[in-house]
């Protein structure tokens, strides 16, 4: 067995043991035992009257989290830039 | 004679226009209904990559350069951008929306929960930057999709 074998197999082991703790730890499907909603419960009553908007996933996404909305234009600009940049010299 | 035959580019020019619509109705109504800028700017740019498969990228290409679509793009980032600061401007942060429910003339009248029919001129700076974010994705996408497909046509030695 060499090195590699032997790293795949411990990081296998460890994934794995990790994976199962963390499956019996898991919540109940829609349950909110301990599961803190004061953000949610505040959009959810307070987007339509905060932002005028009908749309609560849009006053979500362009408003509380803009920010996020930002970095993700960001990224769209970049893949744009870095295609265009790669492909102009096959373009002659 | 490049793109394919012509039972496909008729029913691209049939097909073009409504896609287009659609498009640009989700984008306008992204506050009220399912979708936005990044949703209705994706059906609009594949309405833009049907006609680059029917007509081939090389007449694609003669009638609108990538850098025009960088262009627009470029456009729609700065005034997304802008509209952000605005918020830092006029109201209490950044992309703060400042003219919300304020009786503004675009988009700023007080919405009513009352009504099922929602009424499109309201949640302030919202619209108007779901329409930066549509004019970033539309000119986003058909440019990456043309370039590449233009720069395989010429490896391949320009047959398509």
Known sequence: MNYRNFAAWIFLIVVAVFMIFSMFKIHDFGSLDDIDTSMDDHIISNAQTETGANNAVTSVVFDYRGFDTLGEATVLFTAVAGVILAFRRLKK | ?160
């Open chain 2, 1 to 160: 004679m490049s793109g394919m035959s012509k039972i496909v580019k008729t029913m691209t020019n049939i097909i073009f226009p409504i896609i287009v619509i659609f498009g640009l109705y989700v984008i306008a109504h992204g506050h009220l209904t399912p979708g936005g800028g990044f949703q209705g700017g994706a059906v609009v740019a594949s309405a833009c990559a049907m006609v680059l498969v029917a007509y081939g990228s090389i007449w694609t290409m003669d009638k609108i350069k990538e850098k025009q679509l960088s262009l627009i793009e470029s456009i729609g980032a700065v005034s997304f951008i802008s509209l952000g600061l605005l918020g830092l401007i006029f109201g209490a942060m950044f992309f703060n929306n400042w003219f919300a429910n304020s009786n503004f003339f675009l988009f700023g009248e007080i919405a009513s929960w009352t009504n099922t029919a929602a009424n499109i001129n309201t949640a302030g700076v919202l619209p108007l930057m779901n329409f930066a974010v549509g004019l970033k994705v539309i000119a986003g996408l058909f440019a990456i999709v043309l370039v590449m497909a233009y720069a395989t046509s010429k490896i391949k030695g320009g047959k398509q």
